[in-house]
């Protein structure tokens, strides 16, 4: 039987205002008065044929942060970025697609060079249309990875890049914001971008003025919740300050559903 494994790469814990800025802070500390506390962390999957990641990152986009941190992590795992064979982006927020690229030696350079990136076409051609993505900086960073990124698309492969990934869009935080579903011998994975970013989400049902859909985004996580629980799935949480791997193990009308970490082996 094959063996594979999925692993959090923790980049940190970051107090986040209305201005977007990102300043990084400690994991259990208290985030700045207006500001929500966000952690990000990008999951590698290893198998024995391929690496895959689910979203990269903010990289270099937050307050003295980079790529560096991601490189360490994954050299944790004996995984450098030459490595990488599959990137999957759940959505095209700048803090989860910020370690495609870096400007270590003066100009944007891709950081995983080898890696097939897959995204929502849709999605893309969405970004691109704005005079402005975020900012002059981060629009540049789109535009060079539109020019030099090898992209893919969900859509041309009828949301089955692989045999072992399924893409389901679900919309709600962004419009066309995707969940990930993987599964092999070993692993059955989901994750669901932000529609489902922390285990404290996984029983909310107050709408969220972040999403570009909060209904949507309900509908869509309360959906999630109860395939991931059906199918004894591994949820990676992408913004968790802390159990970012976890399983759903029982459920109650009432208390919704109780969650188990899972470690990673």
């Known amino acids: 039987m094959s063996h594979s494994t999925v692993h959090s790469l923790y980049e940190g814990t970051f107090s986040v205002a209305l201005d977007k800025e990102f300043k990084p802070m400690d994991r259990n500390g208290k985030p700045e008065k207006g500001a929500l506390r966000i952690s990000i962390q990008p999951f590698l999957v290893?198998?024995?044929?391929?690496?895959?990641?689910l979203d990269t990152g903010l990289g270099e986009f937050g307050a003295g942060t980079s790529?560096?941190?991601?490189?360490?992590?994954?050299?944790?795992?004996?995984i450098f970025p030459e490595d990488i064979h599959d990137i999957f982006l759940s959505h095209l927020h700048f803090d989860h697609l910020g370690g495609l690229a870096n400007r270590e030696n003066g100009y944007w350079e891709l950081t995983f060079p080898y890696a097939k990136i897959w995204l929502s076409r849709r999605e893309l051609d969405k970004v691109l249309e704005k005079h402005v993505f975020y900012d002059e900086e981060k629009t540049e960073f789109m535009w060079f990875l539109n020019a030099q990124a090898d992209f893919h698309f969900y859509e041309d492969h009828q949301n089955k890049p692989y045999p072992e990934f399924e893409i389901v869009t679900v919309g709600g935080h962004t419009e066309y914001s995707v969940a990930i579903f993987y599964d092999d011998a070993n692993l059955h994975l989901l994750m669901g971008g932000d529609v489902l970013?922390?285990?404290?989400?996984v029983n909310q049902k107050f709408a969220a003025k972040y999403d570009f859909n909060p209904k949507q985004s309900i509908e869509s996580r309360n959906g999630l919740a109860k395939r991931a629980f059906a199918e004894k799935r591994i949820i990676c949480a992408y913004h968790s300050s802390e159990t970012a791997l976890?399983?759903?193990?029982?459920?109650?009308?009432e208390a919704g559903y109780s969650i188990t970490k899972y470690e990673a082996r």
């Not at 790529?67 to 004996?78: I, P, Q």
């Not at 970013?197 to 989400?201: A, F, L």
Request: hydrophobic share 25%; net charge neutral.
């Open 46 to 53: 290893k198998t024995e044929q391929r690496n895959f990641l």
């Open 67 to 78: 790529v560096e941190t991601l490189r360490t992590n994954m050299a944790e795992h004996g």
């Open 197 to 201: 970013p922390t285990k404290g989400h």
């Open 246 to 253: 976890f399983t759903l193990s029982d459920y109650q009308p």
